[in-house]
């Protein structure tokens, strides 16, 4: 522990995780994630908060889709504004879903080779119905079909402030 060092850890969840899809959805929380890093002008605001120090990270669980934000605590008041701002008023473009859509398809794969995921969503998809018992990632299938209304939709229905927990 250092000594006037001090670190904060953001994380802004938004119930609208996998449990939250329909069968032609699956994957769309996922998606979802990767596309909010996607902005207007060029990632300008993703590319300052981790020019300046902070990390930023992310990822998708059956209940919730989480961005977390780590830097000092004393620029935290400084980054948290810009943070926020990559997550409220998106414009989706079909050029960035086009290079997402292949990201998340490699991840897909990925999770394929690896022997604890795919334990995991084996469990889930024994012992629960649909909401729960699909993967994360979705399907190859589905992550091919999304375009950006599918985005849109999902976004206005399900990232809204109701549904947002910031901790």
Same mark, same amino acid.
């Given at each position: 522990?250092?000594?006037?060092?001090n670190?904060?850890?953001?994380?802004? #969840?938004?119930?609208?995780?996998?449990?939250?899809?329909?069968?032609?959805?699956?994957?769309?929380?996922?998606?979802?994630?990767?596309?909010?890093?996607?902005?207007?002008?060029?990632?300008?605001?993703?590319?300052?908060?981790?020019?300046? *120090?902070a990390?930023?990270?992310?990822?998708?669980?059956?209940? #919730?889709?989480?961005?977390?934000?780590?830097?000092l605590?004393?620029?935290?008041?400084?980054?948290?504004?810009?943070?926020?701002?990559?997550?409220?008023?998106?414009?989706?473009?079909?050029?960035?879903?086009?290079?997402?859509? &292949?990201?998340?398809?490699?991840? !897909?794969?990925?999770?394929?080779?690896?022997?604890?995921?795919?334990?995991l969503?084996?469990?889930?998809?024994?012992?629960?119905?649909?909401?729960? *018992?699909?993967?994360?990632?979705?399907? !190859?299938?589905?992550?091919?079909?999304?375009?950006?209304?599918?985005?849109? &939709? #999902?976004?206005?229905?399900?990232?809204?402030?109701?549904?947002?927990?910031?901790?």
């Amino acid at each position: 522990q250092f000594e006037g060092m001090n670190s904060a850890v953001i994380n802004l #969840y938004f119930l609208a995780g996998s449990v939250n899809e329909s069968e032609k959805e699956h994957g769309l929380a996922h998606m979802l994630e990767h596309m909010l890093f996607k902005e207007k002008e060029s990632g300008s605001l993703l590319r300052n908060l981790e020019m300046k *120090g902070a990390t930023v990270n992310a990822y998708t669980y059956k209940e #919730y889709v989480c961005f977390e934000m780590g830097c000092l605590g004393s620029k935290l008041e400084e980054f948290l504004p810009d943070f926020l701002k990559l997550f409220f008023n998106p414009e989706f473009h079909e050029k960035d879903l086009r290079i997402e859509k &292949r990201v998340v398809i490699q991840e !897909i794969k990925e999770d394929k080779d690896d022997h604890e995921t795919e334990g995991l969503e084996f469990l889930f998809k024994k012992n629960f119905k649909r909401p729960l *018992g699909h993967p994360i990632g979705g399907a !190859i299938k589905n992550v091919n079909s999304f375009s950006t209304k599918d985005l849109n &939709r #999902y976004y206005n229905k399900l990232f809204t402030a109701d549904r947002m927990i910031l901790s």
